[in-house]
Structures are given as structure tokens and as C-alpha cells.
């Protein structure tokens, strides 16, 4: 019998999944790792938050690249009135992955087997041409092919947040439980980074009571940035494709012809959005174009706003968000921390204001670091990362971005050559390919990969 072990099982792992399940032969068994909670939730759809809604539309959300409604329709029988336009509450999309992991458990071949194992991974070794696999509970597992759909991380924590922790006054990953309202729920905390993270943090806060102002400190101060409710327009997708392709493959190039088609679009009634919307397609050939020094650069002095304009939240969410604004409960800032110091009730921060000499001291009770998932795995004590890079099995992007893979997803070792037997698929793509973090690139590179694993080993 032939065994396709799957660790992970988020987005990317429970897809990969199920589009396996639907074409692979008798004879196979597929085994799916997950180390702890229920399966095809993942980070991000195992909230319990009616208020944290998806990013994207329902109509663009489905799991399945040949069946575009297949989630819209899930939607209107669970949500009467559902729109392709609609933003969604984030744990009915786990409801739908699991959903649709159960439905292809339960209508897969004879001859094929399937289990679930809630456990860790500890360790991946090669074994003539095929992989050994130690997971927590002393058990090997001999497979002829195993996926790494391992997803985001939890934040990095700045050295200077140790203080914090100390007093037991940080939370360093806001997701890795219920986020704990202060004793006084008038008291001032500060949130660390002003993205999406903090967005969903700032309406959990308010959600559970929390009354007193919320300090949201990034280096820029900038801020998210909403979805329209009205529908987008095509008609200049070709213009913009053609125009950035044949530009100079420089950040300065990019970003002046970015701006000049933004002008342009506004003159005739064309959103911003939309002009985002046509550089989608193609953002991975403008990566791939850019040297390493130039995507160094972009990183640097760009990625903050292009997160921002690319990855917006959905109306509801953002009137929520302004409405904290507006109110003077929601603080943004922009600067850096430079001292923390432990009070008897809290702690007093120094910030340094950016573009001036200026300090502004907070006294709040709690730091709540919302920078987002750690994509640099050379940063993660992870038991399994340590041992696949020590052993050189895996090779990390130079830039901190993820996984280094070839075309087809195979990953590549320290020397740069692909492991017949190891495939990754998930956010860390985006080492790659760079667009690779939302569902609509997720689901394609995830039946990809199913299909050629099954012709592989089937």
C-alpha cells in the first residue's frame, strides 16, 4: 500500500486533502497530522467571533478551483440571502473545510484508506527513497510521500518585550487562546503592529467588554484599509498587466508605474482597487523579476502599504474599526517602543515618535503583540523545523519568507536540489511565489500538487 502522509491540517492541508482523496487509486492510504485542534479549522477559521469576518468575499471563496460556487452555495443553505459579495463570519468557513473533509473521507474509493492523527510531527528522515516519520508518541510511519502544509507561525517577539513578560503583562500570540480582558477593563493596552492582526484584536477587546483606550503602535502608522460594496470593473486589467511586464524590474519601476495607472484609472471613474486587482494574476512574474537586492528593498520600504492596499478588510469590519476611531477609544501610532517599565499595576511605555525627537510615555496594563505570523522559520523552535534544518532537508529563503520549492512544489534541500519524496504547500509559498497566502492561490497550488502526487505514487 502506497502512504501519502499530510502535516498539517489548516487551509492547505485539508484541501491538498480532499482533491487527493477524489483521485487517488486503491490501494493508498493518506494520513493527515495535525497538532492539536479540530482539523481543517487552522488559525485562521478556528475563531469563535462572529465579528472576525473573511477578508474576501464569498463568491471567491471556495476550496475548489472547478466548482466556483461550491462555497457560495454552502453559505446561502447556512445563511439565507448569502451574496457572491457577502463577507462571511470566519468560522463558518471552518465549518465548511471540515465539512468538506468529511464528505470526501466518507465518499473515497474502496481500497483507500484515511486517518486523522491529532499529534505532532517530530522528526522526517530519508529511507531509500522514502520518508520515516517519528511523531510525539514514540510511532514511525513509513511514507512514499509526505506534504508540509504547515501554515503561519505565532509573531516573533521583539527583545525588548521580555519586560512585559516577565511581569506576565504580554501576550505574545494573541491566537493561541482566548484573549484574556485586563482586570479593569478600563484600563489602556497597547498593541503591538496596526494590520489585520491588530484589527481583529481591537473588535475582540470590544466584544468582550474592554472599554479603555487601545494604543495600535507600528513603526509607519499605517493603517488597514476596507474592501468597496460595489462591485469592481476589468476593463483595464490588460493595460495594467501590460504596463508593469514590460516596465524595468525595479521597486522604483514598479511603484512609479503602479501610481501613474492609479491617476490615470481615477480620471475615468476606475477605483484604486481595481488596478490592484489586475496586478493579481501577475504578481508572481513581477517577483520573480526582481533581483535580490531589489526584493530586499521592497520589503523594507514597500511591503507595508502594498499589505495594506492588497490585503483590505471587509466593510463591516473596517466601519467597527472606525467607529473605535472616531470614538478616541482606538489610538494609532506611529514609532518605536524604547524602554518598558514595570509598574505596580501595568507598565509604562516610552515611545519614540517617528519623524521627530519626541517621547510619549503610556501607562497601560497589558501589550498585546498583533505583528502578525513569523514566516522566518530560522526564528522558530519548532521541534520539526529544527530537525529538517539541521539535517538539511529543508532550505529557507534567504529573505525570511519561507520555504525554499522548485516549479512543482518539491522542496529543496540545503544544496538547492529538490526532494523527490517532500512537497510543501501553504503561506510560505510566498517565498516563491509571493502571492501565495489567500485562498485564491492556495486552492490552485493545493490541487496541483494532489494531482501530481497521485499520479506519482498511485
Known sequence: MKTLVIIGAGFSG?????????????????????????????????????????NVPAGNMTALVDQPDHFLRFCESRLPGTAAGTFVPRKLYGEYLSGLLAEAEHQCRDGVSFERITTEAHSIEAENGKARIRIADGREILADHVILAFGHFS?????????????????????????????????????????????D?????????????VYM????GVQPLPHRTSGHVDSIAGEV???????????????????????????????????????????????????????????????????????????????????QLELGRLKPMAGRIQDIEVLPNGLRVQVGLRGTAAVESLDVSHIINCTGPNSNLARVDDRLIVQLRQSGLIRLDKLGLGVCVDEVLSV???????????????????????????????????????????????
Not at 486503491?26 to 469563535?48: D, F, H
Not at 484584536?201 to 483606550?213: E, F, R, S, W
Not at 503602535?217 to 509607519?220: G, P
Not at 509559498?429 to 499520479?455: G, H, I, N
Request: charged share 20%.
Open 14 to 54: 485539508a484541501v491538498t486533502a480532499v482533491q487527493f482523496l477524489q483521485v487517488c487509486k486503491p490501494g493508498t492510504r493518506v494520513v493527515l497530522l495535525n497538532r492539536s485542534g479540530e482539523m481543517a479549522r487552522g488559525l485562521a477559521y478556528g475563531t469563535n467571533s462572529s465579528r472576525h469576518l473573511l
Open 155 to 199: 509573531p516573533f517577539n521583539p527583545a525588548i518585550t521580555s519586560i512585559p513578560r516577565a511581569a506576565g503583562r504580554y501576550i505574545a500570540d494573541p491566537w493561541s487562546g482566548e484573549i484574556e480582558v485586563p482586570i479593569d477593563p478600563q484600563a489602556p493596552v497597547l498593541l503591538l503592529g496596526a494590520g489585520l492582526t491588530a484589527l
Open 201 to 213: 484584536v481591537a473588535l475582540t477587546l470590544d466584544q468582550q467588554g474592554h472599554t479603555g483606550p
Open 217 to 220: 503602535l507600528s513603526r509607519r
Open 241 to 323: 498587466v501590460q504596463t508593469l511586464l514590460a516596465s524595468a524590474p525595479s521597486v522604483r519601476s514598479y511603484l512609479r508605474h503602479m501610481r501613474s495607472l492609479v491617476r490615470v484609472a481615477a480620471k475615468d471613474g476606475v477605483d484604486w482597487r481595481d488596478v490592484i486587482a489586475a496586478v493579481r494574476p501577475v504578481t508572481a512574474q513581477l517577483w520573480e523579476r526582481l533581483s535580490e537586492t531589489e526584493r530586499r528593498r521592497f520589503l523594507r520600504h514597500v511591503q507595508v502599504y502594498w499589505d495594506a492596499h492588497r490585503h483590505r478588510v471587509a466593510p463591516a469590519s473596517y466601519a467597527a474599526f472606525s467607529a
Open 412 to 458: 529543496q534541500d540545503e544544496h538547492g536540489a529538490p526532494v523527490s519524496w517532500l512537497s510543501y504547500v501553504g503561506p510560505m509559498l510566498k517565498a516563491q511565489f509571493w502571492e501565495a497566502t489567500a485562498v485564491p492561490e492556495l486552492r490552485r497550488y493545493a490541487r496541483d500538487l494532489a494531482l501530481r502526487v497521485a499520479a506519482k505514487i498511485g
